[in-house]
C-alpha cells in the first residue's frame, strides 16, 4: 500500500538524511538576502500585500466571484442608462443600515473560525511538547537499552503522523512503526491504536521493574494526554459552525453584493463605480471564504495548519532524544513549509 498517499511533493525525510537539515526537522535555509533599511522596511511592510497579491490563498478562489461582480454590475449599468426608476436603492441610509448589520455579523463568522483554528493550533503545539516530555523522561528514567527506548520513540512519531492522517481522512502507511501489525481491510483509529502501543511498552517495561510507580504516573500524564489532543482535534473537525448559521451569512452577502450596484451606479458612471463595487465585493467575499478555510484547520490549503512541518519537528526532536533507527522513513512526502509573500525573502523580491 503506497504511504503517505497526500498528493504532496515527495521529499526523502528519513533519520539518515538528519545532517542535511535543521534541528526542528525542516530543510536549511539558504542564506539571508542583504539586509535592506529601516525605510525600505517600512515600505515594503504596505507595498507587499499589493504586488503579491495573487499568492495569498484566499485570491485564488476569489476572483472568480470578482469577475461575475463585474459583469452583473456592467448589465446593472446598461439597466440604469435605460431611465429605470430606482429612487428606494439611492437611498444611502438602506446601503448603511444593511452593511452595519452584515458588518457585525462577519464579525462573529470570523473571529468564531479563528478561534477554531488557534485551538487547532495550541492543540498541535500541546503534542510537541508532551512528545518531546516522554521521551525525555523515558530516556532518563527508564533503566531499558537504547534500542528498547528507540522503538517507542518510533511509536510516538508514529502517531504524529497517524494523526494528521486521521484528521485529514487519509489512509497512514501501513509502514510506520506499530501499525504494521493490523489485518488487511481492517480500519482502526490509527492514533488510538498507536496509543495502546505505547501502554503496552511501557507495561512491559513497569513488569520488569525498570521504573517505580513514580515514574509510571509521570509517563501516564503524557500517553493520556496524547488521547485528549486526539479527542479535541476530532471535536474541532466533526463540529462545524451551524449549518443555519452558514447558510445565512452567505444569503446575506449575496444579497447585500446584488444590491451594491442598484445604489452605486445610479450615482457615478461605470467607470467610477465598478472599482468601489469590486472592493467592496473582494473583502466581503474574502472575509466568508477565509473563515470557511480557517474553521477546518486540519485540511491542506493555504490558510491551514502546517501539520506536515509541525510532525517533522516531532520527528526531529524524538529522534535527537532517543536516536532512532535511521533506516526508518516515517514518510516519502512532505510538504514544504509555506513561504509567507507578506515578507521580504530573497527568493521573492517586489
Not at 486540519?298 to 490558510?303: A, L, P, T, V, Y
Not at 522513513?329 to 515578507?343: C, G, H, M, N, V
Request: glycine content about 6%; proline content about 6%.
Amino acid at each position: 500500500m503506497p504511504s503517505d498517499p497526500d498528493g504532496q511533493e515527495p521529499q526523502n525525510y528519513s533519520a539518515s538524511s538528519r545532517s542535511r537539515t535543521s534541528y526542528v526537522g525542516l530543510p536549511a535555509q539558504a542564506p539571508a538576502s542583504t539586509p535592506k533599511g529601516p525605510i525600505y522596511k517600512a515600505f515594503a511592510f504596505w507595498i507587499y500585500p499589493f504586488t503579491r497579491f495573487h499568492r495569498i490563498p484566499v485570491f485564488k478562489r476569489v476572483w472568480l466571484y470578482l469577475t461575475f461582480m463585474t459583469v452583473y454590475s456592467f448589465a446593472v449599468d446598461v439597466v440604469v442608462n435605460q431611465n429605470f426608476s430606482n429612487h428606494l436603492f439611492k437611498e444611502a441610509g438602506a446601503a448603511g443600515y444593511t452593511s452595519v448589520i452584515l458588518g457585525l455579523l462577519l464579525v462573529f463568522r470570523t473571529n468564531t473560525a479563528y478561534e477554531r483554528w488557534w485551538e487547532g493550533r495550541k492543540l498541535w503545539g500541546q503534542l510537541v511538547n508532551d512528545s518531546r516530555n516522554l521521551c525525555l523522561k523515558v530516556r532518563t528514567y527508564v533503566a531499558a537499552s537504547p534500542g528498547d527506548k528507540a522503538e517507542l520513540g518510533e511509536l510516538v512519531v508514529s502517531f504524529a503522523y497517524a494523526l494528521k492522517h486521521h484528521l485529514r481522512d487519509s489512509q497512514a502507511s501501513r509502514s510506520l512503526p506499530g501499525l504494521g501489525d493490523i489485518p488487511e481491510g481492517v480500519k482502526v483509529n490509527a492514533p488510538v491504536h498507536l496509543t495502546g502501543k505505547m501502554y503496552e511498552k511501557i507495561l512491559e517495561w513497569k513488569n520488569e521493574e525498570l521504573f517505580d510507580g513514580f515514574v509510571m504516573i509521570q509517563l501516564d500524564a503524557h500517553l493520556r494526554a496524547f488521547m485528549d489532543i486526539c479527542g479535541a482535534c476530532e471535536r474541532i473537525k466533526n463540529s462545524p459552525l451551524a449549518l443555519s448559521y452558514r447558510a445565512f451569512m452567505r444569503q446575506g452577502i449575496a444579497l447585500n453584493l446584488l444590491a451594491l450596484p442598484w445604489y452605486i451606479e445610479p450615482e457615478f458612471n461605470f467607470w467610477m463605480s465598478i472599482p468601489l463595487i469590486l472592493i467592496g465585493s473582494y473583502f466581503l467575499i474574502g472575509l466568508e471564504l477565509i473563515a470557511e478555510d480557517i474553521e477546518e484547520p486540519f485540511g491542506k490549503d493555504g490558510d491551514d495548519l502546517p501539520l506536515d512541518t509541525l510532525c517533522a519537528t516531532i520527528e526531529g526532536t524524538v529522534n535527537d532524544i532517543l536516536q532512532l533507527n535511521r533506516s526508518q522513513k516515517f514518510t516519502t512526502s512532505f510538504r514544504k513549509p509555506r513561504i509567507d509573500p507578506l515578507k521580504e525573502t530573497k527568493a521573492n523580491p517586489i
